[in-house]
Structure formats: C-alpha cells, structure tokens
C-alpha cells in the first residue's frame, strides 16, 4: 500500500496484492466417503506387504498412497490506482482503476494400482485400473472503473454532503483442458507420453460486463435529524438491449431522541430510532445470456447401414427457450430500528425489524414438454420476507479486570407469492404461493408396520403401501388424499427448509496483559433431512453397519416390544424405496452451539520490547 502527496490539492494511492495456493487430494478416491464404508472385517494389505483386493478391489489405502494426486496451483494477482483531486475544499473527485487477474494450473495424474487377491491372484482397485493424466489451464481477468465526487459542508447546525459517480465493471474467463489416458508408463506425468489415441481436450469462455450510474444526498441538523437518500441506475450484459437496465432507490432517515434537551437523564445515554425503504436488483443468474436463443455443440454417434459402420458427427441445437424479455429482479424493502445505549453506555442494544418484497424473481418455472425446449429462466415469481435483527451488549473495568458480552439473534420467513399459477417441484423441496421458499415436500408418515397385522386395519382391509413389497419393519406412510393409493399425490407441505433463529456472541476478559476471547455461533431450530448414507448399512452391499444402527432397527428377530421400540426400518436392499423415500419419518431438528474460537493471550510490557526496538508484541 503506498499513498503519495503530490501537491496539496492532488493525492494518489496504489495497492498492489500477490497470492499462491495449492489444493491437493487423492487423484480418484473420496478418502472420507471410503473411510466410512470401509468394514474392519477386510484388511487392506497381506503379511508379504501386497496391497490385498479387500472387496473386489475396494481398496481405499491402496488408491490412497498409490493411486496418484489431484494437485491444483491457485495464482492472483490485483491491484488498485487511485487519485484524488480536491479542486475546492469540501469537494473531491476520485478517478479509480481495479484490475484483477487469477490463473489456475491443475494437474491430475492417476495411476493404476494393483491389488490381489489371497491366492495370489491379481486385478486393479476400483477406481484405479488404468493411469491417465488431465490438466486444466483456466484463467479468468476484470477490471473495475470508478468515478466519483464527493462533496461535504458544515454550517453551523447543519451537515450536508452529496456524491455523485460512475462505475464500470467487465469480467473474462476461458478454460482449457487436455488429457490422455491407458499411460504404458506411470512415472512420468506428461500430456506427450500418453498414448495418442486416447487423447482429449476441451474448452470454454466467457464474459459479462455491468455499468452504474449512483448518487446520494445526506443531511443532518445538530446530529439530531438525519436523512439520507440515494439512487443508482445499473445496466447488466445479461439482459437485452431494451430490457437492460434498471433503477433502483433508497432513503432513510434516523432521530436522535436523546439529543432533545427535555430527554436528558442519568439512565439512557442515547437514543435512535431509524426509519428505511430502499431497492437492490439482482441480475445473478447463472447464464450470461438467458435472453439469447443459445446453442449447444455435442456428438451424436450415427449408423451408416451401407458400409455398415458407426460414424461421430458433431450436432448442435438449442437446448434452452430463450425470453427476451427477461430483466432485472427488484427486492424493496422497508425497515425500522432502534439503537440504545445506557448505564454509561456499558449496555448497548440494537434492533431491527425488516419486510422484504421481491418481484420479477428469475426463477425456471415448467414449461411445456412439447415445446422440445428445456424450461428457461423468467421474471415469473414474488417472494415475501420478514425478519428481525437483535444485538445486546455489555462492557465494564472493574480495576485492572475489563470485561465485555455481546451476543445477537436473527430470524426470518421467507414466503412465495405470485408464480404464474404454477408450483416447482425439485426433489424433496416445492416453491408454490403460499410455502415457503424451498418448503418440503414429501410423504407423512405414522410410524412402523411392527407385525403383519399392522397391515390390516380392524376391518380386515390392507392398508395402502408405498410398495407391492411392503411389510413388517417398514415405514407405515399416511394416505392423505384417502383413495387408497400411496403415490406422488399423497405428498405434502411439510414446513420450512431454512434455518431459523440464527444466533452468536462473543465474551472478552482482560487482566494486566492477559487476554481471553471466545466466540460462538449457532442455529436455534432447522429441519434438516437425514441424509440416507448415515444409516445405510452395507452400502455398496459390502460397506460397514452405521453405529446408529446398532440395536436400534427393527428386526424379525427382536421381541415386538422391541421392535415398538426401535427407531429405524428394518434393514432390507430388495425394499429400498420404503426406507430412503423423503418423508417427515427422516426430519429432524438440526439446531447446533459451535464454539468457533478461544484465544488466550498475553502483551509483553512495553518498557521490555521497547529495548529491541518493538513497538508491540503479543504472544497467543
């Protein structure tokens, strides 16, 4: 960082910033995922050191510590040149210019990995059967502009100022990537030893750009009223000529109640109460050019009968329905708070409470099969939002002990509204008017078929099943609409996805130069769905038996008291779309307390350090 004085009236900055990293991991295997599969009951190397088959050449350990790695350098490099001119006092313009370049270099090199049997017999781990190496060049580059003026004034009780500017954005990227496969060799990880008729490559590119013009005007009156309003006007590549930009304003304004000459007293230090609507729009949604009617290049394999031969020919078509029309989302919202300090200002307190419309939501609503189009991305969805936002805090020195607490909450519910007469159904989640956003949708339950009489009610009639396969042991689901049939008809709104009262804190302790600090975060309540892989016993038929399985499934060889007792369907691979379909059987609460960070720390005395020429110095 280096600022420059280079005359009274003109100032200049420039900022310069480099960064490296690397990612590695194993070339092929999820080491996680095959950790947990893995059962004790297979070892992974014979006395002799031979890496052994395991199961059918499931070995982790080999492709571990033999199957090669994914090695991937990150390169960025920015920087930003600034330069203030102040022409007259209270007034100064800003010329700004942010470019930014990232380059990434990957390389993957994957080995095969012979494993035997015990007999002596050989074959290749899993995943491991032939060496092949990719690499992946993919840089990406932008460049920000900026000008603007700001102008400040202060006469007597009043303070004005007022900014004006413009911003450019452009963003370029491209990707290159070649690999070659069925290497002879397995030491030389190099595109030009691969065998050529196996080589491949690829790549792709793009870009997208933004323009903004913004002002903003503030007042205050003896810091006792205060306004502010602001206005930008944003144009988007992403959006057609005639439907690329977009306008979009705010104001607030905040009182200062405590300022008032009738409210001084020795409880409340200050007093705010604040006020706000404004509008962002969001024009972020995946594609860089949803309203272009955009072609996709493929390979189509044909038969020529004649020579009777297959041939690879290129094809191109149109995949996704393109709208022109489509434009900028707008989410407006209004907002009230209220800032309060007392006791000296040792007790501090923060509210707010907010309500958000989003119109033109960009959303991919179905689109009719026979169009021979892909459903594309439309302004076709409202969305509704409340919400609240609180924070208290504590602070105090009793001698040399300084103390201070602050802890925070959040909630919100988000509600979809107008969609075009039309609901979105994508897995186990539903957007429609009236659910929440990503509401779930799935099967309601009623517990355990625990005997073969459970499928039968008093009257003799078999309840309706999810499955022709369903019987003792498995998930009893409720026909909802009552005729008889379990199917996708019988699913339901079965509440909010996201998480709800999102809270945190912070507690500090200082003592002389001994310091402590402690941070903490957390989620009162969410619905989560249990992930199927946490009790899938023998997974991939062969894999280990969860531990939260462990005497608490229900099973043919348990008493029926036990059985009423357990928490989990009976084990079974013929009868999978019982167990694993979405239903309320498999929510649960997924609320948590993380301590993120404890620090203890201590400053050596100034009068110390001061002797090696240290100004401060902190050990923690």
């Known amino acids: 960082n280096n600022d420059y004085k280079i005359t009274d009236w003109l100032r200049a900055n420039i900022d310069l910033d480099f960064s490296k990293s690397s990612d590695i991991k194993p070339a092929e295997i999820n080491a996680i995922y095959w950790a947990y599969l893995a059962s004790p009951y297979y070892t992974p190397k014979w006395e002799d050191g031979r890496y052994a088959d395991s199961k059918d050449g499931a070995n982790a350990l080999a492709?571990?510590?033999?199957?090669?790695?994914?090695?991937?350098?990150?390169?960025?490099?920015?920087?930003?040149?600034?330069?203030?001119?102040?022409?007259?006092?209270?007034?100064?313009?800003?010329?700004?210019?942010?470019?930014?370049?990232?380059?990434t270099k990957g390389k993957k090199?994957?080995?095969?990995?012979?494993?035997?049997?015990?007999?002596?017999?050989?074959?290749?781990?899993?995943?491991?059967?032939?060496?092949?190496?990719?690499?992946?060049r993919n840089d990406n580059n932008s460049l920000t502009y900026q000008f603007y003026g700001n102008y400040q004034n202060i006469w007597g009780d009043h303070s004005f100022s007022a900014m004006v500017g413009y911003e450019g954005y452009s963003y370029r990227w491209e990707n290159l990537g070649a690999s070659r496969s069925n290497y002879l060799l397995d030491t030389y990880p190099y595109l030009n030893i691969g065998p050529e008729d196996y080589q491949y490559n690829s790549g792709s590119a793009g870009h997208n750009a933004y323009e903004s013009v913004f002002g903003r005007l503030m007042y205050s009156y003896k810091n006792k009223y205060m306004i502010q309003a602001n206005i930008r006007t944003d144009g988007s590549s992403r959006f057609a000529k005639d439907y690329r930009w977009g306008t979009f304003y705010s104001m607030s304004a905040g009182y200062v109640m405590s300022e008032e000459s009738w409210f001084k007293n020795d409880l409340v230090d200050y007093l705010k109460v604040r006020g706000s609507i404004g509008q962002l729009g969001n024009e972020r949604i995946g594609s860089e050019f949803p309203y272009q009617a955009a072609i996709s290049f493929g390979n189509s394999y044909m038969y020529d009968k004649s020579p009777q031969a297959v041939t690879a020919l290129q094809n191109a078509a149109q995949v996704y329905y393109a709208f022109e029309n489509i434009t900028w989302e707008t989410t407006t919202t209004h907002g009230v708070g209220l800032d309060l300090a007392m006791l000296n200002s040792r007790?501090?307190?923060?509210?707010?409470?907010?309500?958000?419309?989003?119109?033109?939501?960009?959303?991919?609503?179905?689109?009719?099969?026979?169009?021979?189009?892909?459903?594309?991305?439309?302004?076709a969805g409202d969305m509704y939002t409340k919400g609240w936002d609180i924070e208290l805090s504590y602070s105090d020195q009793v001698g040399d002990l300084s103390y201070s607490v602050s802890a925070n909450l959040s909630d919100y519910r988000s509600k979809m509204g107008y969609l075009g007469d039309k609901r979105t159904i994508d897995g186990n989640y539903i957007y429609e008017e009236g659910s929440y956003f990503n509401e779930w949708y799935m099967y309601k339950s009623d517990g355990l078929?625990?005997?073969?009489?459970?499928?039968?009610?008093?009257?003799?009639?078999?309840?309706?099943?999810?499955?022709?396969?369903?019987?003792?042991g498995n998930i009893k689901y409720v026909d909802v609409d009552g005729n008889g049939v379990i199917?996708?008809?019988?699913?339901?709104?079965?509440?909010?996805?996201?998480?709800?009262?999102?809270y945190g804190g912070n507690v500090s302790l200082g003592w002389k130069n001994f310091d402590l600090s402690m941070s903490f975060q957390g989620v009162g309540h969410r619905k989560v769905l249990f992930n199927g892989s946490w009790i899938q016993p023998l997974k991939e038929q062969w894999g280990a038996v969860p531990e939260l399985l462990l005497g608490n499934y229900w099973s043919q060889h348990n008493t029926e008291e036990q059985n009423r007792a357990a928490k989990y369907p009976r084990l079974t691979y013929t009868n999978t779309t019982n167990?694993?379909?979405?239903?309320?059987?498999?929510?649960?609460?997924?609320?948590?307390?993380?301590?993120?960070?404890i620090t203890l720390g201590y400053t050596l005395p100034k009068d110390l350090v001061s002797k090696v020429w240290i100004k401060d110095l902190r050990c923690y």
């Open 449 to 472: 078929f625990i005997t073969d009489a459970d499928l039968y009610d008093e009257n003799g009639n078999k309840y309706p099943t999810l499955t022709a396969n369903d019987k003792a």
């Open 579 to 597: 167990t694993y379909s979405g239903s309320d059987y498999w929510l649960f609460n997924g609320a948590y307390f993380r301590m993120k960070n």
């Open 347 to 379: 007790l501090r307190f923060t509210g707010d409470y907010y309500y958000k419309k989003t119109t033109d939501m960009l959303l991919t609503l179905g689109f009719p099969s026979y169009a021979g189009f892909s459903a594309p991305s439309q302004n």
């Open 63 to 103: 492709g571990l510590e033999q199957g090669g790695r994914n090695k991937t350098n990150y390169y960025k490099f920015g920087g930003k040149a600034q330069l203030d001119l102040t022409p007259m006092k209270g007034l100064t313009l800003t010329a700004l210019f942010a470019p930014r370049f990232a380059f």
């Open 487 to 502: 199917n996708s008809d019988d699913k339901v709104l079965l509440g909010n996805s996201q998480p709800e009262y999102l």
């Open 109 to 136: 090199f994957s080995r095969a990995v012979p494993v035997y049997y015990e007999n002596g017999s050989m074959t290749y781990m899993q995943s491991h059967k032939t060496t092949n190496l990719s690499e992946t």
